[in-house]
Structures are given as C-alpha cells and as structure tokens.
C-alpha cells in the first residue's frame, strides 16, 4: 500500500506564518535590537528598585510595574520568535544557534530583574494589601499577579541562590530539554518501504484501513527502539533536576510546584486524579462497544484511534477551514471574525514538513501580536478537530490581550477550556449536517474518543509521571526498560484487560513531549476537559444568551482566580461533587453512542 503523497493543496501549502511581527520585521537583527532594549531597561530598574521595593509607594509600586511589564513582553516576542522558528525547522543549525543564544540572554535578563519578586513577597501582608488596594485602578493588569506571586514565598530561595539557578539553568535543564527536541524531530520510521517523519507514523495510526495501522505502529515501536538509552539518559537528567530544585525549595512533593503555578492545591488534584479512575468502566465499556463495530473480538494497541467507520476522504484544507469558521461564527459573530483573522493574517503555519515539530499548539505573542497556531494538518477530520481545537486557545489568547503580559495568560486548569469547547462547536455543527444514523454515530464515537483521550489517558499519563519521579527520587536512576514497565502498567490499568497490549508500545512515553518539556501538564487536559465538558452543557441549556459569558470569562485571562473564573459561567470548581458531575456528562456521551450502536446493529 502506497505512503499519502506529500501536500499538493495549495491553501495548505500556503498556509505559512511570519514571525517578523515579533521581532518588529527585522528578523535576526530584530531579535539583537529588541534583546538590548531589554537589557537597557533592566538594568535602569535594576538601579532604580534594587533593595528599595520595600520603600515604595503606591505611585511607586504602579510605575515599576509598568517599566516590568514592558521589559518582560520584550523578553517574551523575542523567546517566541526563536520558539517558532526552531518548531518550523529543527534541524536547522541557524535556528538552533539563535534559540541558544535567545536562551541565554533572556535568562540573563530574567535573573537581573528577580530581585523584585523576592523583596516583594518580604514585604508584610498588610503593607502589600495596602499598596495594591491604594494603587487601584493603576495597578489592575497585574494586582492578582503580585497577590499570586506572594503565595509563592515559602519556596522562594536567597538572591544569589535563585540567581545561581537561574544562571545553571541553561547549562542544565534547558539544554536537556532541546536536545530532546532535536532527537524527537528527527526521528524518522521506515513505513511500506520509505522513511517518513513520527508525525507520518503518527497520523496513520487512526487510518481506516487495520492492515495499515498496524504497518504504522508497528514501525513507530522499531523506530523509538534505539535511542531509548539515550532518551532515558536526557529523562533520568530531567526528573533529577527536577528532584534537586523541588528539595532545595521545600516543595512536598514533585507536582506541587507546578500545582503552585496553576492555582490549584495538591489536595484537588489528588481528588480529580481519584474520581477519573474510579470511573474507569466509562473507557472499559467503550472499548467492548469500538471493538464490536471495528467487527473484532478485543481491541488492541493497534485500534484506539480507529474511527469506526471508513471514511477515505480527504478534507481539503479550506474546507476544513470553512467547517471550522462557520461554526464559530454561528456561536458568535465576534468569535468567528478573531478566528477569521488567524487565515487572513500570517498566523497559521499548517503543512507536515520533514524536521518540523510534531503536534499542534498555540502560542500567544504577548499584549500586541496575535498568536501563532502550528499544525500538521494531513487531511483527516481529527485534523479539522485539532484546527478548532487551537483556534480555540487563539481566541482566548486574542480576548484576552487587553490584560497585559502579568494578566493576559489562563491558569493551565483553565486554559484548555475555549479549545475543546471549540471542538464541541464544530462536533455539533457536523452532526447538525449527517445523513444519516451512521454518520452520527462515527462523529459521536469521536467525541467520546476525544474525551476518554484527554480525560483518561492524560491522567495515566500522569500517574506514569508520578511513579517516575518519584522511583528516580527513591532508587536513582531508571533504565529504559524501568520506564517502559511503569507506562506499560498504566496502560494496563487504563485498559482494564478489556484490550491487548502490543508489546513494544510502552516506549511511547520516550516520544512525550510533555514529559520531558513541561512535568506535570498533562492532568490539566482532564482538569480542562471536564470543565469545558460542564461548561459546554450550560451553553446548551442556555442558549444565545450564555455567549457574553463565555465570552467575558475568556477575556477575563488570568486576572482571577479559576473558581472565579468558573462562577462567570455559573460553574462551581470548589463544589466536590464537580468532578463527578463533569464524567457524568462523559457518561451521558458513552450512553448516546451505546443507544445509536444498538439501533445500527439491531437484527
């Protein structure tokens, strides 16, 4: 069976960003001018408030804060514009350079300012409420962000202590984690005779055809073989940093640092963590209904992400496009013209190239650019999926611009809500428009697919993490093989016998960029899954006038805190029956997708 041909369609070849926003059009030289700028105004502040935060006014306060936020939206185009043009093309040793040097610049920069936030978080409790309630209106694009970064002061460590992490950094984590972007941009599968990106592999693995996914993962399993010493190593590195820092700041456990950075306690992570797995008969009954319509007695590794009905067609990128506008324009007027603007501007870059990062994201350009979307768009309809789904993160990145850079970012717990609600947007719209009872039932398959994905299999993924940092923490250093068993044995229990484990597979964990990039992300998928989920539910009980809501809560940011954000969308986070409520609805998904399955296959 022949390999797709590489894109031909010209919208999607066309599909390119420019970063040259960023950098104000200049490119490499925009990145030294802007760079210097910052170094300049750091260290005017540097001078200025270096051990005088303490004696500052509430004028005083308002004005350093506005010189910090300016340093720091500088900071963040310049490390963006080497993000991306290091995601475009990883193997190019000018992006990478660049990368390096932007890396240890911004560092440099970052570690001049930190006095700040240390003499800030010394500062008395009803000293700094005084300041922040006096200051007013002139300190609201960042007073949440100095109340948060005060909660932040049992772990903070002396001045020249956090500058010598900070300094470290780049010779330590930060050139672990790109060599792991390099590795795993370059890793290449030979498939039906022909040497193809993981992205490729990837991608087949939910082709119609089973002959063929097998090919897929199958070849996927031999490519992730022998670099798995390797990827182990620049594993082990990571999750021992990590482990030195956590002990040095005094953090209770490996995942409270980034719970810290999510406004959210360990405690309600352990409770969401407990509720998904108590509810593990939800992917355990799909599994028994997907294997029936594939016509198989069990599923296995090489069936999760089957569709299960055959479809061969390829959706031409515009028209995925036009599935995808129409329905946020039929939600609101506003939101469809901010996705629009993603097309008519250079904010998409959409083709699957060779050395190009795998996956879809979306990253914000700061208060005064638009944000960037990347893609791997291959034609399927989990591709139109994935293209509302960051169009999504666009939209609340885009809302939320006018917070500025301390306020313009969600929390993580929340900020995957306008992505998969998205995704519920064009979900509806395509059932809106099926034919028949077929159709229905393959794109609520999908859905529920999706749900179970983020829901169940990003909390395995999480436990995955948790045994491993902890066992490196423990016994030292883990093998490759070590790291298999543990993902092997998540996946055991996520799949609860109900399916065959294809031997080989568990080396998966060694291609997760979220393991190796940012420890501890993946529960906020099942954090965001659920509240989108519940969030969803109220616009469909509501109806048109749900929209100024939502649309209120996106452009709030992260100016407040998540409950806060929840109670504008009448959404209760601090309510313990949440959870449970939220895989309800998961529930209800399953118990739709069994009634139309019976009704299909009825005699």
């Not at 993981?198 to 082709?207: E, H, K, L």
């Not at 490996?254 to 360990?266: G, K, P």
């Not at 352990?270 to 599994?287: G, S, T």
């Amino acid at each position: 069976m022949a390999l797709p041909e590489p894109p031909t369609d010209p919208d999607l070849l066309a599909s390119r960003w420019d970063l040259s926003p960023l950098v104000d059009g200049d490119e490499a030289a925009g990145v030294d001018a802007l760079l210097s700028r910052a170094d300049a105004s750091a260290t005017r502040f540097k001078d200025l408030h270096e051990g005088q935060v303490a004696q500052l006014t509430a004028a005083g306060l308002t004005g350093a804060m506005q010189a910090l936020a300016e340093i720091h939206e500088l900071i963040h185009r310049v490390s963006i514009y080497a993000e991306l043009r290091m995601a475009a093309d990883t193997a190019d040793p000018t992006s990478g350079a660049l990368h390096q040097s932007v890396n240890e610049r911004t560092t440099a920069l970052e570690t001049q300012l930190q006095f700040f936030d240390l003499e800030w978080t010394q500062i008395e409790d009803e000293t700094a409420e005084r300041l922040l309630i006096e200051a007013g209106a002139g300190l609201e694009q960042c007073a949440y962000h100095l109340r948060t970064v005060r909660k932040k002061r049992p772990y903070l460590l002396s001045g020249p202590e956090e500058r010598i992490l900070s300094e470290t950094r780049m010779a330590g984590q930060q050139a672990w984690t790109r060599l792991f972007m390099e590795e795993e941009a370059a890793l290449e599968v030979e498939l039906e005779g022909e040497r193809v990106s993981f992205t490729v592999a990837y991608n087949q693995w939910s082709d119609p055809d089973r002959e063929r996914r097998i090919a897929a993962v199958d070849a996927a399993i031999v490519a992730m073989a022998p670099e798995g010493r390797t990827r182990a190593y620049i594993y082990n590195t990571l999750l021992n940093d990590r482990a030195i820092e956590d002990r040095l700041r005094g953090y209770p456990s490996w995942l409270s640092s980034r719970n810290l950075e999510n406004q959210i306690e360990d405690s309600s992570v352990a409770a969401l963590v407990e509720a998904v797995q108590a509810r593990n008969d939800i992917p355990h009954r799909w599994y028994a209904i997907k294997a029936r319509l594939l016509g198989l007695e069990r599923l296995s590794t090489y069936d999760f992400s089957a569709p299960v009905y055959a479809d061969e067609t390829t959706i031409a990128y515009a028209d995925a496009r036009d599935v995808v506008l129409d329905a946020y324009q039929n939600f609101s007027p506003e939101a469809g013209r901010i996705a629009r603007s993603f097309f008519d501007g250079p904010w998409i870059d959409a083709p699957v190239r060779v050395n190009k990062a795998s996956g879809a994201f979306c990253e914000s350009g700061g208060p005064h650019v638009n944000p960037y979307v990347m893609l791997n768009y291959g034609g399927r309809r989990t591709d139109v999926l994935t293209m509302a789904h960051e169009l999504g993160h666009g939209l609340h990145d885009v809302l939320s611009m006018p917070r500025g850079v301390f306020h313009q970012q969600a929390p993580l717990t929340v900020a995957e809500t306008a992505s998969t609600f998205g995704e519920s947007l064009v979900i509806d719209s395509l059932l809106e428009q099926a034919s028949d009872d077929r159709q229905r039932l393959s794109l609520l398959a999908e859905a529920l697919h999706g749900s179970i994905a983020t829901i169940f299999t990003q909390v395995a993924f999480n436990r995955f993490e948790h045994e491993a940092h902890n066992r490196r923490r423990s016994e030292g250093e883990l093998t490759a093989e070590q790291f298999d068993g543990i993902l092997r044995d998540e996946f055991v229990r996520l799949h609860g016998g109900d399916a065959d484990e294809v031997p080989g597979f568990e080396r998966f964990w060694s291609v997760v960029p979220h393991f190796f990039l940012w420890p501890g992300y993946v529960y906020a998928y099942a954090f965001g899954q659920l509240l989108s989920l519940s969030v969803y539910a109220r616009y469909k009980e509501i109806g048109p006038a749900f929209v100024p809501r939502y649309l209120e809560m996106l452009s709030a940011g992260g100016s407040r805190t998540p409950e806060d954000l929840g109670r504008i969308v009448e959404i209760d986070l601090s309510d313990p029956e949440f959870w449970s409520s939220g895989l309800e609805l998961v529930d209800a998904q399953l118990r739709a997708v069994e009634e139309l399955a019976a009704r299909i296959q009825k005699p």
